[in-house]
């Protein structure tokens, strides 16, 4: 008797671990990537997170994206960077800025204001930062570098 309750637990377990599989992979995805893919919240933990909000009609953002590309480059590995366009724009509009103004950082396409609860920036270019346990640590209005962005990560680290 004793081995058939083995057996029979053992087996719930297996059947509920299948069906948590099943489930988590038939979910809507929290957030979407222009031309790559999409993702979960989830798979955000774990690493720093920068998401810039940038536009074509704002100067800084234009001279800014160049920096933000070369800080995607360094640090992918440790950091997800993104980029959020902040006129909402999507398909053939936002391909062609994207071109146009060589932002070479994966794009969402999913508003991240939704994702993270935060308000629409009051100015542009605004760039988040965002711990490994999903707090966001930093709001930074302005232009940054990528100089200036590693440092942050490097500051708020150590605190």
């Avoid at 948590?20 to 992979?25: E, N, P, R």
């Avoid at 959020?84 to 999913?110: A, C, H, W």
Wanted: proline share 6%.
């Amino acid at each position: 008797m004793l081995r058939f309750k083995k057996f029979k637990f053992s087996k719930s377990i297996t059947i509920l671990t299948i069906l948590l599989l099943c489930f988590t992979s038939c979910s809507k995805p929290d957030f979407e990537i222009y031309k790559d893919s999409s993702g979960y919240i989830e798979d955000l933990r774990g690493q720093w997170v920068v998401i810039n909000y940038w536009a074509d009609w704002c100067p800084p953002c234009i001279k800014e994206m160049p920096e933000l590309s070369s800080f995607y480059e360094d640090n992918k590995k440790e950091v997800h960077v993104f980029a959020y366009n902040f006129d909402q724009l999507e398909g053939e509009e936002l391909e062609e800025q994207i071109l146009r103004f060589k932002v070479q950082v994966p794009s969402l396409l999913t508003d991240p204001g939704e994702l993270f609860g935060w308000d629409v920036p009051d100015g542009l270019p605004t760039t988040y930062i965002i711990d490994p346990k999903g707090v966001t640590r930093e709001v930074l209005l302005g232009p940054q570098t990528k100089e200036s962005l590693e440092e942050m990560i490097l500051k708020l680290k150590e605190t």
